[in-house]
């Protein structure tokens, strides 16, 4: 048989040297994946941050259109209700000057 001879300094310099190779390696995949997940996640968290303060902004739009309509409408009823009012105001004058002419023409027929 043939005898081989290992330096075992030089072994242990090599597997430290793969060792460090591959620590590097696996630090440098897993800083680019943080990033690349970091990245992806900030974005879709301002996505949805965009898409809920859309959301959120139509929604306040429409509550101010409802009030402002609700508004109108109750303008508008107030306006109804005067106009009602002022109507209502002259048919009583008007069924007040019938009933005195009733009243009159009434007791000159009994005078």
Known sequence: GE????????LIFYINQLID?????IYQGSKQYIIEQFDQDTETFFQNLQQYLGEYQ???KRSL???QLSEEKQELMVKKLKSLENSSKEQINNVTKNLNKIDSLLSLNNG
């Open 65 to 67: 259109e409802t009030k």
């Open 3 to 10: 005898t081989y001879t290992v330096s075992l300094e030089e």
């Open 58 to 60: 139509d929604l306040m």
């Open 21 to 25: 190779e591959n620590i590097d390696r």
